[in-house]
């Protein structure tokens, strides 16, 4: 039963976006054609190691998503998403699959998350062929090692990236 009444044209596409990839702007996409507004909510976790900053990822989002400013938000949170989607309200999830094994992941995410908080629900939106395997730890392994990824992330994502490495190494 819900404990609060939202209206369904607003969902909540939390991640780490780091770095956001042109499969994280479908799901933005696809989402927009069932949802009035996109919230993406980049997560700030301290137990996982970032390429970039939680502003440098929140940039990035802005940057990729500018041309869809009125349909969407760009906000971070910390701590679990149960907690930040009770806070604010919001009961609606979007995840991106690309495949069996995401399916899996996100569909016990979606239990966990519906068990710590009853009101969740979770929409699951399939990747294109184009975009389904491409991930941000791929992204980050083919800049690693010299490949060009532009075709992979949103327009100036992959300067950043090549900037990232070069600067570890220095």
Do not use: W
């Not at 996409?29 to 939680?54: C, D, G, P, Q, Y």
């Not at 990822?57 to 938000?73: F, G, T």
């Not at 806070?87 to 609606?92: A, E």
Request: hydrophobic share 45%; with cysteine; charged share 20%.
């Amino acid at each position: 039963m819900l404990g609060f009444v939202l209206s369904a044209s607003v969902v909540v596409f939390p991640g780490s976006f780091d770095p956001m990839t042109m499969g994280h702007v479908l799901v933005v996409k696809r989402a927009l054609r069932i949802f009035s507004k996109v919230v993406v909510a980049v997560a700030i976790n301290t137990n996982k190691e970032t390429m970039f900053s939680i502003e440098e990822r929140l940039l990035i989002v802005h940057n990729a998503l500018k041309n869809m400013d009125n349909m969407i938000s760009i906000e971070s949170f910390g701590g679990l998403l149960s907690d930040y989607m009770r806070r604010n309200k919001r009961c609606v999830v979007i995840r991106g699959v690309r495949d069996a094994n995401d399916f899996g992941y996100e569909l016990q995410m979606s239990v966990i998350n519906s068990e710590l908080n009853d009101d969740l629900e979770t929409v699951f939106i399939p990747t294109s062929l184009n975009h389904q395997y491409i991930s941000s730890t791929f992204v980050k392994r083919i800049a690693a090692m010299g490949g060009d990824i532009s075709k992979f992330v949103p327009y100036g994502v992959d300067v950043k990236i090549k900037k990232a490495f070069s600067a570890k190494k220095n």
